[in-house]
């Protein structure tokens, strides 16, 4: 079969224009292909993380808006496996325009390190920011953003939580994810909050020890409140946030929809290249058989030549995809996505067996009609 | 001398599987830079149909929804005596006290809990949406866990029924009815007796929103300014069209990824008609020498060539309209800024059709010009003498 290969190279290479031109446009479409099979796969298909295989969130059962009792965090860390315990919550508010949206949490600051183990900080700059109640941390792309310092004041204003909030900057963090995320002291925030609105937690993040635990923890977890007034839902913490992805629409749906339309597209294009230069070749079919090539030899010949070009068009495309990819991950919606990797095996694999497939495919038609054609006739052929 | 549109024509139908897979390309294309524009435009339909000009929601100053708003039942006395607030039918103000919350339901769609929003308010809130209508069952009761759903999320949610119960705050609350909201983003949400739902929720006396109805247009711009620069209350007024015109921004994401894929499907697929008509150039060499020799000038196989390749995107955008046409209707949800759902159906509108159109003949006519002129710059001898 090989034996052909530069035969079958050269006749890619005869019409330099179309070639050129179908492998633009399968690489162009490939890439976006390649795009979205990466989310997918990171949404979907990817396996946590390692320390976010360590970690279970726990919300009120009836939705993320509600609050639970802050002393559940007393309970959960009594149960066997769990090392730690911190209470969060979501700060909203407006950082000096309403436009600036940006992650805010207020959490237990003594434990934020422990818990996200991949956030990297400067030893000084957390015990700086563990022991100022008022201080808070940011991500380095919010540094970056808003061109903040070490030091720098910044001052929100609540809306869940009314009032003026000032806080000095202790320490900037680097995430492997999106970080345009600011953390501060639970502190600080019940301190200000009426009595009546004290004691309340958003979100329990639990660290566990093992990631086969995760099941059984999480159950026991909801299992404790089952009869209590604020039921709770503990799921792993890639759930939790694939949970906000769908608050976006049916996004599994629309990413579906435009590979399939992409792939769809593709095809045509390769198909319709293949039938146009099989078209213009079947005198040429004809002298190859009258040498002796047999009706498998042409029939390989021509998928082969279209597998080489969407081959090609689809290695240029995913190459492309994976610039695209590491623009993606750090757009400020990479915050809630999990970490795309720019170069997935899995993700590469998927698009070259996608090329090969709409190769193949797309020269059948064509190339079987070839190979069919009786020796008289296509020398007979005058188109 | 211009060549005829119908040589065009037949040249299309003479090559049809050529043009149709050329088409179908372009088709696709255009399909789904149609769906992105059919979602959002639904999407628009359904907010601005939300939304009474003569309605005023107010809010805490500093916040961009009902969701993260306080307002307290004072704050709501000083209120709902201002200058300008019409009168519903049993003379009282109309003005709702209302407190929002959210819970978390299954969907039939994708299995994944979905947020939808409650909202408690008092019958004079009722009275203040025309839109809304009792579709079957009855409203709930003063005091009572009951509570009357939206068809949209009757539709989407199986706990969402009449006779079901739904577990919130301090117990179980029962759907006594399904109501009707036209369009309006109101038929996403679940209601209850305001009293009721803010017990349960420990929410007594800090509510959420609430929402006034002016006497007229000009007292509703009056009323908003007078309520924005009370400094008292600390309240922020904007009109209802307003508030639901700026969270058509949550399609934001989606409209940037819709259009952005479409218009790199569109580089393919100009590449693919340029193939094609390439192809279709050099099959008719000696048809285009002949042209010459008959005294059609270069400037008319140029546009003959050129109106050809646009043709056949024209044909390709036709194509692309049909496919979109059975998304129109179709429901489908998108989360607002209540951190839950509305839900609201493709809307395919004329308007975008046209744009789909426009979009093709563009794509045709980037793909058509270099084959054109390439057509168009044959020498007649070497044109006539090309197999």
Redesign the interface.
């Known amino acids: 079969m090989f034996r052909f290969l530069p035969l079958v190279l050269k006749n890619c290479w005869r019409n330099r224009?179309?070639t050129f031109?179908?492998i633009?446009?399968?690489s162009?479409?490939m890439?976006?292909l390649g795009v979205m099979i990466a989310m997918y796969h990171a949404l979907y298909l990817s396996d946590a993380t390692p320390e976010e295989a360590l970690r279970i969130v726990t919300r009120n059962?009836?939705?993320?808006?509600?609050q639970m009792p802050e002393s559940y965090k007393n309970r959960i860390k009594q149960i066997p496996g769990v090392r730690e315990v911190m209470v969060s919550q979501w700060f909203?508010?407006?950082y000096k325009d309403?436009k600036n949206f940006f992650a805010r949490f207020a959490a237990d600051s003594d434990k934020i390190f422990t818990i996200y183990q991949e956030l990297k900080i400067p030893a000084d700059q957390r015990i700086a920011f563990e022991r100022d109640r008022t201080g808070c941390v940011i991500g380095r792309d919010l540094a970056n953003k808003y061109n903040l310092k070490i030091g720098d004041r910044m001052a929100l204003?609540?809306?869940?939580f009314?009032g003026n909030y000032e806080f000095t900057i202790r320490g900037i963090f680097d995430s492997p994810r999106a970080s345009e995320i600011m953390y501060f002291s639970r502190d600080y925030l019940e301190q200000s909050l009426p009595e009546r609105r004290r004691g309340n937690a958003g979100v329990f993040t639990t660290l566990i020890d093992d990631p086969a635990s995760a099941g059984r923890i999480a159950s026991a977890i909801d299992e404790e409140y089952r009869n209590a007034?604020a039921q709770t839902?503990t799921e792993s913490e890639q759930q939790y946030l694939?949970?906000f992805v769908?608050?976006?629409?049916?996004v599994?749906v629309?990413l579906i929809?435009?590979c399939a339309?992409?792939m769809?597209?593709?095809l045509?294009?390769s198909?319709?290249?293949m039938?146009?230069s099989v078209r213009e070749r079947v005198r040429e079919v004809g002298v190859l058989k009258t040498l002796g090539f047999t009706d498998g030899n042409v029939l390989g010949m021509i998928l082969g030549e279209a597998i080489s070009i969407s081959l090609l068009g689809g290695a240029l495309g995913f190459l492309l995809s994976t610039v695209l990819v590491g623009g993606v991950a750090h757009s400020p919606?990479g915050g809630f996505l999990p970490p795309i990797a720019p170069f997935e095996p899995s993700v590469a694999a998927a698009c070259v067996a996608t090329a090969v497939v709409i190769g193949f495919v797309s020269s059948l038609v064509p190339a079987l009609g070839a190979a069919r054609t009786p020796i008289v006739e296509a020398l007979r052929s005058?188109d | 001398m211009a060549i005829p549109v119908a040589y065009n024509l037949r040249n299309l139908v003479v090559r049809k599987?050529?043009t149709i897979?050329?088409a179908?390309?372009i088709a696709?294309?255009v399909?789904?830079l149609l769906?992105v524009l059919a979602l959002v435009n639904g999407l628009r339909t359904t907010l601005t149909s939300s939304g009474d000009p003569l309605q005023i929601i107010v809010m805490?100053k500093?916040?961009?929804s009902e969701?993260?708003?306080?307002f307290t039942r004072t704050q709501f006395q000083d209120l709902k005596f201002k200058q300008g607030i019409a009168s519903g039918t049993n003379g009282q103000p109309l003005a709702s006290l209302e407190v929002i919350?959210?819970?978390?339901l299954s969907s039939t769609?994708?299995g994944?809990?979905?947020?939808m929003t409650v909202r408690g308010l008092q019958p004079s809130g009722i009275e203040m949406r025309h839109g809304v209508k009792l579709a079957s069952g009855r409203w709930f009761q003063e005091g009572r866990r009951e509570l009357v759903a939206g068809k949209s999320a009757a539709d989407r949610y199986p706990e969402v029924q009449i006779g079901r119960k739904i577990?919130?705050?301090?117990g179980d609350w029962e759907i006594v009815g399904i109501m009707d909201a036209g369009r309006g983003a109101q038929a996403s949400e679940i209601w209850g007796d305001l009293n009721q739902v803010s017990a349960d929720?420990q929410r007594q006396e800090v509510l959420s929103s609430a929402l006034v109805r002016a006497t007229d247009a000009v007292t509703a711009k009056a009323l908003a300014n007078d309520i924005n620069n009370d400094q008292r209350l600390n309240m922020n007024a904007v009109s209802e069209e307003e508030y639901y015109a700026a969270q058509t921004a949550s399609a934001a994401?989606?409209e940037y990824i819709g259009i952005f894929?479409a218009v790199?499907?569109a580089?393919?697929?100009a590449?693919?008609a340029?193939?094609?008509m390439?192809?279709a150039v050099a099959r008719r060499s000696r048809e285009i020498g002949t042209l010459r020799v008959l005294g059609f000038s270069k400037g008319s196989i140029l546009v003959s060539f050129f109106l050809e390749s646009v043709l056949l995107s024209a044909l390709g955008g036709l194509l692309g309209c049909l496919l979109v046409l059975p998304l129109n209707g179709i429901t489908?949800?998108?989360?607002n800024s209540n951190?839950?759902?509305t839900a609201f159906n493709f809307h395919v509108s004329p308007e975008i059709m046209f744009i789909g159109m426009a979009f093709a003949v563009i794509l045709g006519a980037a793909g058509g010009l270099f084959p054109a002129s390439n057509a168009a710059r044959k020498e007649i001898l070497t044109a006539l003498r090309e197999?």
């Open positions: 224009r179309r031109l179908t633009a446009s399968i162009v479409s890439c976006l059962k009836i939705s993320l808006t509600q909203g508010g407006t309403p204003v609540g809306d869940i009314p007034t839902k694939l949970g769908s608050l976006l629409g049916n599994k629309f929809a435009i339309a992409v769809f597209t593709i045509l294009v198909a319709n290249t039938a146009m919606a005058t | 599987t050529t897979m050329t179908l390309g696709l294309t399909a789904v769906a805490r500093g916040s961009e969701i993260v708003s306080n919350t959210v819970i978390n769609d994708t994944e809990g979905t947020n577990r919130f705050g301090r929720l994401p989606i894929v790199i499907m580089v393919g697929s590449f693919a340029m193939n094609t390439y192809a489908t949800g998108i989360g951190f839950s759902e197999i």
